[in-house]
T-cell receptor
Framework: DAKTTQPPSMDCAEGRAANLPCNHSTISGNEYVYWYRQIHSQGPQYIIHGLKNNETNEMASLIITEDRKSSTLILPHATLRDTAVYYCIVSPGEDGGFKTIFGAGTRLFVKA | NAGVMQNPRHLVRRRGQEARLRCSPMKGHSHVYWYRQLPEEGLKFMVYLQKENIIDESGMPKERFSAEFPKEGPSILRIQQVVRGDSAAYFC???????????FGPGTRLTVT
């Protein structure tokens, strides 16, 4: 079973920020939060990951709450090409990462 | 740097035949993962391999399915005596040893007729 909970779908206007929430209340100290997305039927694409600090890269920002029980993926200026299913995943850290469990994800619709 | 390669991209097999799916990881990646995605469903983990070793095959069906990642050459997912329920997209991903972000291939779409 997935260790994360995400809303099934969200809408966002083109050019606005898309904020995708994820609950992972059972996360343990050495587990990372990863985000991937899958556009239509393509292979999933890695977006970003973090342990406890907020992270930013060229694609997105990841905000992790202080208690690490939830996080938010932020796409700062969503475009139509960001329409995809976004998966939030909890993955073991350096001492044992292997089985990755994808939940149902959030289907993000970016509208013109 | 080429990404993860999978072939064939589309594979059609009749019931009872064998299906062989190949995955070449990114250069420098020694960890390979296989996932299955049924139509309109999410990705399901199947197996995790390192070179010449199966690390976790807890997602693999007990019968007919096998996977390998030899010292030389691509990783192979083999499905014997395919049935219609095996029709799905099969994705391979690879990662480096030091961190665990996975890079996915384009998938192989298997259709069993």
């Amino acid at each position: 079973d997935a260790k994360t909970t995400q809303p099934p779908s969200m809408d966002c206007a083109e050019g606005r920020a898309a904020n995708l929430p994820c609950n992972h209340s059972t996360i343990s100290g050495n587990e990372y939060v990863y985000w991937y997305r899958q556009i239509h039927s393509q292979g999933p694409q890695y977006i970003i990951h973090g342990l406890k600090n907020n992270e930013t890269n060229e694609m997105a920002s990841l905000i992790i709450t202080e208690d690490r029980k939830s996080s938010t993926l932020i796409l700062p200026h969503a475009t139509l090409r960001d329409t995809a299913v976004y998966y939030c995943i909890v993955s073991p850290g350096e001492d044992g990462g292997f089985k990755t469990i994808f939940g149902a994800g959030t289907r993000l619709f970016v509208k013109a | 740097n080429a990404g993860v390669m999978q072939n064939p991209r589309h594979l059609v097999r009749r019931r009872g035949q064998e299906a062989r799916l190949r995955c070449s990881p990114m250069k420098g990646h020694s960890h390979v993962y296989w996932y299955r995605q049924l139509p309109e469903e999410g990705l399901k983990f199947m197996v995790y391999l390192q070179k010449e070793n199966i690390i976790d095959e807890s997602g693999m069906p007990k019968e007919r399915f096998s996977a390998e990642f030899p010292k030389e050459g691509p990783s192979i997912l083999r499905i014997q005596q395919v049935v219609r329920g095996d029709s799905a997209a099969y994705f391979c991903a690879s990662s480096r040893r030091e961190d665990y972000e996975q890079y996915f291939g384009p998938g192989t779409r298997l259709t069993v007729t």
